[in-house]
């Protein structure tokens, strides 16, 4: 059995907005309240989302956090980072006047500056390991797209993405999640066909999801278990 974990504080702020809406801000929920509410209109919104969220927060609990950065967060200076695939890279991390980073066998030699949070960090590492793995996944883009649908693919970026496991702009530039690297290749390999098969249909008709089954029967499959996953907050 799965414990549910408490709802986390809440705060409101109220806007002009049509709509009233909330989201997770770190620790808190955030409830963005429409505008010209009556009392026990804006009540009754705030114990709806409310509700909504804490349904939200009871899914999260059931998915994989892709975290890999956890332990560096926590203190230690230096880490593996073994992804997917099997390839590992090294993180050493020492105190300087200036956050930067050296490139050299396998792995980063990192002097962070005392004056960097540790959000601005985190995103900083994400960054950092997909610089060193962007060739790779473009040639496995490239190479996936050449035995496939063979479409006009003009850039491929790893990218830092808090919601979005990747894109496709009509100009054929695909973006990836780079938490990507750390998910099953049968996973990885449906999100990159997902999105080639934008470049031809940019949306998600009955045609798209056609042309992403005539290259990938069981795409269903690695569409199920991608919901198993959660995305870090950078």
Request: proline share 4%; with cysteine.
């Amino acid at each position: 059995m799965i414990q549910r974990m408490p709802l986390p504080p809440h705060r409101i702020e109220r806007t002009r907005n049509r709509t009233s809406r909330a989201m997770f801000d770190g620790d808190e929920i955030l409830i963005r309240l429409a505008g010209r509410l009556s009392a026990s209109e804006e009540e009754r919104h705030i114990q709806t989302l409310l509700r909504r969220m804490a349904k939200a927060q009871a899914k999260l609990v059931q998915q994989t956090l892709i975290d890999p950065f956890r332990s560096i967060l926590n203190g230690d200076s230096q880490a593996t980072i073994v992804m997917a695939d099997g390839t590992g890279r090294s993180f050493m991390i020492k105190p300087g006047t200036k956050t930067k980073a050296k490139f050299q066998a396998g792995g980063w030699n990192i002097e962070r500056a005392s004056a960097m949070d540790d959000r601005s960090f985190h995103r900083f590492l994400w960054r950092l390991l997909a610089k060193s793995e962007h060739s790779r996944i473009e040639e496995l883009v490239l190479a996936i797209n050449r035995e496939t649908l063979n479409l006009p693919v003009r850039k491929v970026r790893l990218e830092i993405m808090s919601v979005r496991w990747g894109s496709c702009s009509r100009k054929g530039n695909i973006n990836l999640n780079t938490a990507l690297l750390f998910l099953p290749e049968s996973i990885l390999r449906y999100v990159i066909i997902h999105e080639i098969a934008h470049i031809r249909h940019p949306n998600h008709s009955r045609a798209f999801w056609e042309t992403v089954e005539s290259v990938m029967p069981d795409f269903a499959i690695s569409l199920q278990q991608i919901k198993e996953y959660r995305l870090p907050r950078h």
